[in-house]
């Protein structure tokens, strides 16, 4: 993330709640009541990673179909990788770390899935078919398989694991629940201490052991 880029998003979140830390740590805990007991807020499921950060999950929020969003990034990094990057960051709003997996996955498709994908291009297929299947179009179904795994891995954070909704219409059972209705500090219940932490953004992540256990971002100040 460039400095711009983060002065802006500091002055944002200082509009929205003036408040607010404008820093926060990554903190595993060994479960979601561990979690919440230290003030931390679970963001998604699966272990941490590039786009785990609560930047990226306002685009996610913000923006419903970034399958279509991040085409033309896409494309520009076909012919110059910074380029590409740069699109994700400054026209969609990605971190640096985030935007590089998405342009790395989307050009894994693009190599991997060149027929199915070009065809939904030139077709413009819908996302899904018809109800009650909602089938995933050719270059979504293909996108899934070869480079879905990788980028879930490495992103950490997908909307799916979110509970983000999206133009895509997905099995109910691939979704998590979770309500991303944040208050800002002040707003916080009076029951809480005026000297706990301030956490956000948290998430579930399977250990080396395959235990399940809660990663949470605690912020490095307290109020």
Request: a negative charge; glycine letters at 8%; hydrophobic letters at 35%.
């Amino acid at each position: 993330k460039n400095a711009a880029g983060e002065s802006q998003q500091q002055a944002n979140n200082q509009l929205l709640c003036p408040d607010a830390p404008q820093e926060y740590l990554m903190i595993s805990y060994d479960n979601e009541q561990s979690a919440l007991a230290d003030g931390a807020t679970v963001t998604h499921h699966g272990a941490c990673g590039a786009c785990s950060t609560t930047q990226d999950l306002a685009v996610y929020l913000t923006v419903p179909d970034l399958t279509t969003a991040t085409k033309e990034c896409i494309k520009r990094s076909l012919l110059n990788q910074d380029e590409g990057i740069a699109c994700l960051e400054n026209d969609i709003g990605f971190t640096n770390a985030c935007a590089k997996i998405w342009m790395y996955n989307g050009e894994n498709t693009g190599q991997r899935c060149t027929l199915p994908c070009a065809a939904a291009e030139i077709q413009n297929y819908a996302h899904n078919g018809p109800a009650p299947e909602c089938a995933l179009n050719g270059c979504l179904a293909c996108d899934a398989e070869q480079s879905g795994p990788t980028f879930e891995r490495v992103a950490g954070r997908t909307r799916r694991r979110s509970g983000v909704l999206t133009t895509i219409a997905r099995p109910c059972e691939d979704m998590v629940m979770i309500d991303h209705d944040y208050a800002c500090p002040s707003e916080a219940s009076s029951s809480s201490s005026s000297s706990s932490s301030v956490a956000m953004g948290g998430m579930d992540f399977l250990d080396e052991e395959g235990n399940e256990g809660i990663f949470a971002p605690a912020a490095t100040s307290s109020f």
